[in-house]
C-alpha cells in the first residue's frame, strides 16, 4: 500500500490522505484534494513537499494551480527541509505499523486511516505542540 498525506504544520495535523495499491499522481492528487477541502478551500496557502516526480507532475501543479496553492520544493537529497513529513512516516511505521505485512490492501488501509483519525491526530503528543495533540493545538489557538 502507498500512502501520501497532507499535514497542516501549525498543529502538525493531518488533513489529507489517499491510499493505493500504486504510486502516482492520482494518489498525490487525492490527498491534496481532501486537504483543500477539509480546510474549507484555503486561499494564499503554501505545500510543501520534496522533489518526487509526482509532485512536480503537470497533474499535480494543474492541481495545485487550480486550488490557488502556492508550490514550494525541498532541496534536492534534503531530507531536513521536509522534517515534519519524515517524522510522520517514521512515527507511523515505529509505532504502528505491524512487524508483519498485512493481509490485504483494505486491511492496511483501514489500519491506516485509524492511525491518522483515531491516535495521531487525536492522541499522540508532539513536542513541537508543547505535547499537546494536533487536534487539541488546533482548539487551544
Not at 502538525?12 to 494518489?27: H, M
Not at 502556492?70 to 515534519?84: I, K, L, V
Not at 491506516?112 to 483519525?117: A, F, G, S
Request: net charge positive.
Amino acid at each position: 500500500m502507498y500512502l501520501a498525506v497532507v499535514m497542516d504544520l501549525f498543529a502538525r495535523k493531518i488533513v489529507g490522505w489517499a491510499c493505493s495499491d500504486s504510486p502516482n499522481t492520482d494518489l498525490t492528487c487525492a490527498a491534496l484534494r481532501m486537504a483543500y477541502e477539509s480546510r474549507g478551500r484555503p486561499k494564499n496557502v503554501m505545500f510543501h513537499s520534496d522533489q518526487g516526480c509526482h509532485y512536480t507532475s503537470l497533474q499535480f501543479r494543474q492541481a495545485l494551480w487550480k486550488y490557488q496553492i502556492t508550490q514550494s520544493m525541498s532541496r534536492r537529497g534534503n531530507c531536513w527541509d521536509n522534517a515534519p513529513m519524515e517524522r510522520f512516516f517514521r512515527s507511523f511505521k515505529t509505532e504502528w505499523m505491524p512487524k508483519e505485512c498485512y493481509n490485504t490492501f483494505t486491511e492496511a488501509e483501514r489500519d491506516t486511516l485509524k492511525y491518522i483519525l483515531q491516535y495521531y491526530n487525536t492522541k499522540r503528543g508532539h513536542s513541537y505542540n508543547n505535547y499537546l495533540s494536533p487536534v487539541m493545538m488546533e482548539a487551544a489557538a
